[in-house]
């Protein structure tokens, strides 16, 4: 056979297009001695697929599934956290566990009652309005400034209403001379 029609037989095959007779020419020319060198590479692909045809694939082991998931676990079980670090974390736990326990004792045992500072509930009726009331005034006082704010505000918005009102006026007047400036560009075009 030709090497162009070797090529185009690899060509078919390596798309899954060649049949079971372009297959065995293949094999068979591939098998032999008088290959191209630019087929090499291919020659021992070729040889390789022969080989491992005249041994036949094994079928693995009943029991082939089941070995490798325990070959996974163990290899995982060694990867996590080594035994003398893993000791370590342990402990780690243990100690921060009795440190939060000993500081939730002394803060919750240790801290002081809370007592009402008035017998008479009148009496803390009247202090709570007379804090109330002070904090009220000195809140008025605060936003007495805030006046200010709202009237130069209210200023600012009236100009800004002006300026957009003459705005409109000009570009109203404005298009009368637009349309003159192209009716006379118009005209000065058809003289020439």
Same mark, same amino acid.
């Given at each position: 056979? *030709? ?13 899954? $297009? !060649? ?35 005249? *041994?036949?694939? =094994?079928?693995? !082991? ?33 100690? %921060?566990?009795?440190?939060?326990? %000993? ?8 801290? =002081? ?5 008035? $017998? ?16 009220? !005034? ?12 709202? %009237? ?33 560009? $118009?005209?000065? *075009?058809?003289?020439?």
């Amino acid at each position: 056979m *030709k090497p162009v029609e070797i090529i185009q037989l690899l060509t078919k095959y390596y798309d899954g $297009n !060649s049949t079971i007779e372009e297959e065995r020419l293949l094999k068979e020319y591939f098998g032999g001695t008088d290959v191209p060198e630019e087929l090499f590479e291919e020659q021992k692909i070729f040889r390789c697929y022969s080989e491992i045809s005249d *041994k036949g694939i =094994p079928e693995p !082991s009943a029991d082939f599934e089941k070995r490798i998931y325990e070959a996974i676990d163990r290899e995982e079980k060694r990867s996590l956290i080594p035994p003398r670090r893993r000791f370590f974390v342990i402990l780690s736990g243990v100690a %921060a566990t009795l440190l939060i326990l %000993a500081a939730a004792y002394f803060f919750f045992e240790r801290r =002081p009652d809370i007592r009402d500072t008035y $017998n008479d509930p009148e009496v803390a009726y009247a202090e709570a309005m007379k804090i109330l009331h002070s904090v009220s !005034s000195r809140m008025n006082e605060g936003t007495k400034a805030l006046g200010q704010l709202t %009237a130069l505000q209210e200023e600012t918005g009236r100009t800004l209403y002006a300026v957009g009102k003459s705005t409109s006026l000009l570009e109203d007047n404005i298009k009368p001379l637009e349309i003159i400036f192209k009716t006379l560009g $118009n005209s000065e *075009k058809t003289r020439e």
